[in-house]
């Protein structure tokens, strides 16, 4: 009997870690997707070119064939996105990679925070090469090669996978030593706090942001598991653990809760766009 609550009470932790993380990456990828528009909505403004903010996307409200299109202009706007991620990303990274051990919510919530900035830079890029939009228009305008995107792929395939195995190493370190002290439990606590989490809320996130049906959204999250695959090997998380009695953990009901607010605000007051500069 003993040994069946010990079983229960961990099987209900790494529920417990999948809806608090599934929360997580959900409020972290609106938070900064909006912030990541905003920044490219400010930007259009400065050239004259104005907007339309919706949930989805941006519309800009200036035809790409207009005079007011200028190179300068194309180039500022559609790097202003990716590069306001990069920047966020980066400094949420040197705190994450840096920071001194934290609660295990905040852990988790940092994690997706930067996961997801970076996100907006190396997977936008990416998406923008498949589904010919964006970043595309200014490389096209320059006059790159096929060779040249084909570089970028690879290249950014490259930092995303690597980067994201250093930083689930350090997601890793800073768990409790409790769930990652096997290998057995190392791979529930993987999958319960970052696979599961990514593949069911990348589908509510779906759920919320469309219609109108949207592939490029679809690629941005799908690219994310990049960043993820290393989860697929645990074995390269060893950890030497210490012996203490782990705390108990608990579901985020405030943050979730929170979430919930958040979410439905975002999809009523954005459903029919909103003009900053009107």
Known sequence: MTSDRKQFSLDKNYLIYFINSTAAFI???FIISILRSFATILIANECDINSLFFLNRIEFLIPQNSNVWTFDA?????FSGPFFSFLLGAILSIYYLTKKKKNTFFNVFLFWAFINAFNFFFAA???????NTGIVY???????????QIIIYISVSYLMIHLGALSIKVFVFSSDPYFIKTFQKRIKYLFSSILLPWFFGSLIILSIITPP??????????????FLISV???????????TKVHKENKINWIFIITNIVLVFLLRYYLNSGINFFE
């Open 27 to 29: 409020c972290t990828y």
């Open 74 to 78: 194309t180039l500022s706007i559609y």
């Open 125 to 131: 890029v990416l998406t923008d090469l498949i589904t």
């Open 138 to 148: 200014t490389l096209y305008s320059m006059n790159l090669g096929q060779s040249i």
């Open 213 to 226: 049906f949207s592939q490029y959204h679809i690629f941005l999250l799908l690219l994310m598991f990049l």
């Open 232 to 242: 697929l090997y645990p074995k390269n998380y060893f950890l030497k653990t210490e």
